[in-house]
């Protein structure tokens, strides 16, 4: 960065638990004192120095929030002395017109306000919203630093899902490297612990950029099941879903096309295959601007526009087809097997990759993260392109990767938050028992009635000797062949 540039954008979110747990005592350079007291010295401590770098903050944004559990649910409360801002995180420029109190000599200003311990501790809720507000700043901050979330609480309500969603956090990524997570966590008794003197160095200047994936020279992946479903009611020609699996196996993706639309399954397929195809980097809206664009002309000719009729093309012209999409890519494998991979997504349809006990997802971390507008990729004339989302990881042989489109995720983490996530089971079961299952749910109202595709993918080389035989991509249901668009396929062999 030379003197006449801006310093890249960077945001810190911060997250303190104000449940009754932290009211315990924990020690610190100040003697014993209840552990919210703690946490508040440590931000006060991590923002005076941020404070003392000086123009290296004009790009920061920053929120800190209190969270705790209630009666009437999650509640967040603002600690910082600016205004708190419309949307998630306020520029840090706005903090230093705040008057702070002085401590004592030697310590930090009291930047955040104080308030009570009270309340249940509900870490796992809280670090999913933190997700979404982070995934929304990756994908609207491409050229920036790498976010950083810091979250102090005690390990009360902290498990599993907890756990999952911090994972979920450290994959979100631009170019300049993954999400940074910083956790406080305190414990009754014992000391707890400070960060060092340079802050800015140790939470904004990473040296792990986002690497470039290597073309495998072998697939990095076998199909161990594609599923797929038309809402209850329609005929399998009126799914409007779609998934594609390049040449290479090393590159998949689904698609959900959006049902107001017209020609929506052409566009959600269209997308689909050219993602593998392209394997395109979306890191900012002009080049997904472009590639819609590409993929438009496609789609019109896939259509044949000219020849549609007069109220066909004005549905075309005014309103047009839109999609969501979920798509990952891996690389060459290391000297010690692991290998890289790369997933991107417009929209809520969602990735899983389970790993041993350990799962993260992509690009929400929890069922109720979906609702009935996403980003879409559209193809109507004069719509902005929306951002892109990433996330990067290293996966080992016989990883599992799940690709899901929006109403089958959100069965997929219902199932995770309730305890009850079982991914294995998916690269077994019989495409007729998933059809029956997910009809069931519709049926019942366990779930909305919605297209449904699933694609269940094992890096290789650990697929089981034991693997169930019956995963080929014409497998039938119902007499319809088990193709995006009914007889003819936009899979490509993996």
Same mark, same amino acid.
């Given at each position: 960065?030379?003197?006449?540039?801006?310093?890249?954008?960077?945001?810190?979110? &911060?997250?303190?638990?104000?449940?009754?747990?932290?009211?315990?005592?924990?020690?610190?350079?100040?003697?014993?004192?209840?552990?919210?007291? #703690?946490?508040?010295?440590?931000?006060?401590?991590?923002?005076?120095?941020?404070?003392?770098?000086?123009?290296?903050? &004009?790009?920061?944004?920053?929120?800190?929030?209190?969270?705790?559990?209630?009666?009437?649910?999650? #509640?967040?409360?603002?600690?910082?002395?600016?205004?708190?801002?419309?949307?998630?995180?306020?520029?840090?420029?706005?903090?230093?017109?705040?008057?702070?109190? =002085?401590?004592?000599?030697? =310590?930090?200003?009291?930047?955040?306000?104080?308030?009570?311990?009270?309340? *249940?501790?509900?870490?796992?809720?809280?670090?999913?919203?933190?997700?979404?507000?982070?995934?929304?700043?990756?994908?609207?901050?491409?050229?920036?630093?790498?976010?950083?979330?810091?979250?102090?609480?005690?390990?009360?309500?902290?498990?599993?899902?907890?756990?999952?969603?911090?994972?979920?956090?450290?994959?979100?990524?631009?170019?300049?490297?993954?999400?940074?997570?910083?956790?406080?966590?305190?414990?009754?008794?014992?000391? &707890?612990?400070?960060?060092?003197?340079?802050?800015?160095?140790?939470?904004?200047?990473?040296?792990?950029?986002?690497?470039?994936?290597?073309?495998?020279?072998?697939?990095?992946?076998?199909?161990?099941?594609?599923?797929?479903? *038309?809402?209850?009611?329609?005929?399998?020609?009126?799914?409007?879903?779609?998934?594609?699996?390049?040449?290479?196996?090393?590159?998949?993706?689904?698609?959900?096309?959006?049902?107001?639309?017209?020609?929506?399954?052409?566009?959600?397929?269209?997308?689909?295959?050219?993602?593998?195809?392209?394997?395109?980097?979306?890191?900012?809206?002009?080049?997904?601007?472009?590639?819609?664009?590409?993929?438009? +002309?496609?789609? =019109?000719?896939?259509?044949?526009?000219?020849?549609?009729?007069?109220? =066909?093309?004005?549905?075309?012209?005014?309103?047009?087809?839109?999609?969501?999409?979920?798509?990952?890519?891996?690389?060459?494998?290391?000297?010690?097997?692991?290998?890289?991979?790369?997933?991107?997504?417009?929209?809520?349809?969602?990735?899983?990759?389970? $790993?041993?006990?350990?799962?993260?997802?992509?690009?929400?971390?929890?069922?109720?993260?979906?609702?009935?507008?996403?980003?879409?990729?559209?193809? +109507?004339?004069?719509?902005?392109?929306? !951002? &892109?989302?990433?996330?990067?990881?290293?996966?080992?042989?016989?990883?599992?990767?799940?690709?899901?489109?929006?109403?089958?995720?959100?069965?997929?983490?219902?199932?995770?938050?309730?305890?009850?996530?079982?991914?294995? $089971?998916?690269?077994?079961?019989?495409?007729?028992?998933?059809? !029956?299952?997910?009809?069931?749910?519709?049926?019942?109202?366990?779930?909305?009635?919605?297209?449904?595709?699933?694609?269940?993918?094992?890096?290789?080389?650990?697929?089981?000797?034991?693997?169930? @035989?019956?995963?080929?991509?014409? @497998?039938? *249901?119902?007499?319809?062949?088990?193709?995006?668009?009914?007889?003819?396929?936009?899979?490509?062999?993996?």
């Amino acid at each position: 960065m030379t003197e006449s540039e801006p310093p890249p954008p960077a945001c810190l979110l &911060a997250l303190v638990s104000l449940a009754e747990p932290m009211s315990a005592d924990v020690g610190t350079p100040l003697g014993d004192v209840p552990a919210l007291h #703690a946490a508040r010295y440590v931000l006060d401590f991590v923002l005076d120095a941020l404070a003392s770098v000086g123009e290296a903050t &004009a790009g920061l944004e920053i929120g800190v929030y209190g969270y705790r559990g209630t009666p009437d649910g999650l #509640a967040f409360e603002w600690l910082l002395p600016a205004p708190e801002p419309e949307g998630a995180l306020a520029a840090f420029s706005t903090l230093s017109q705040a008057e702070l109190p =002085q401590r004592a000599d030697g =310590q930090p200003r009291k930047w955040l306000r104080g308030t009570e311990a009270e309340g *249940q501790a509900e870490p796992a809720a809280a670090l999913a919203r933190a997700h979404r507000v982070l995934a929304w700043w990756s994908s609207t901050h491409p050229l920036g630093r790498p976010p950083v979330l810091v979250h102090c609480a005690t390990a009360d309500g902290a498990g599993e899902q907890s756990a999952t969603v911090v994972r979920s956090i450290r994959a979100l990524s631009v170019p300049a490297g993954p999400a940074q997570v910083f956790e406080w966590t305190f414990v009754p008794g014992a000391y &707890a612990g400070f960060p060092s003197d340079d802050i800015w160095e140790m939470v904004f200047n990473p040296s792990d950029p986002r690497p470039a994936l290597t073309a495998p020279a072998a697939p990095a992946f076998t199909v161990e099941r594609i599923f797929w479903s *038309q809402k209850r009611g329609n005929d399998p020609g009126m799914w409007e879903d779609a998934y594609a699996v390049g040449v290479c196996g090393s590159v998949a993706a689904v698609c959900d096309g959006a049902s107001d639309g017209i020609f929506c399954r052409d566009w959600s397929a269209r997308l689909a295959n050219r993602f593998v195809q392209d394997r395109p980097v979306l890191t900012a809206r002009p080049e997904v601007a472009a590639w819609v664009a590409a993929a438009r +002309k496609d789609w =019109q000719a896939a259509i044949d526009y000219p020849k549609l009729r007069w109220s =066909q093309q004005n549905k075309v012209n005014d309103t047009g087809a839109s999609a969501t999409l979920a798509g990952v890519e891996f690389g060459a494998p290391g000297a010690d097997g692991e290998r890289p991979w790369r997933a991107t997504a417009v929209g809520d349809a969602c990735l899983i990759h389970s $790993s041993g006990n350990n799962w993260v997802s992509f690009p929400i971390a929890a069922a109720d993260q979906l609702n009935s507008a996403p980003s879409l990729l559209r193809t +109507k004339i004069g719509v902005a392109a929306p !951002a &892109a989302v990433f996330a990067t990881g290293t996966c080992r042989p016989g990883d599992l990767f799940l690709l899901a489109t929006d109403a089958v995720a959100g069965k997929l983490l219902a199932d995770a938050a309730d305890g009850n996530a079982d991914w294995e $089971s998916y690269a077994a079961l019989a495409p007729e028992s998933w059809l !029956a299952e997910f009809d069931e749910l519709r049926d019942t109202g366990k779930m909305v009635n919605d297209d449904c595709t699933l694609l269940v993918l094992r890096v290789a080389p650990g697929v089981p000797d034991d693997r169930p @035989s019956t995963t080929e991509n014409d @497998s039938t *249901q119902d007499g319809a062949i088990l193709t995006p668009l009914g007889e003819r396929s936009n899979v490509d062999p993996a």
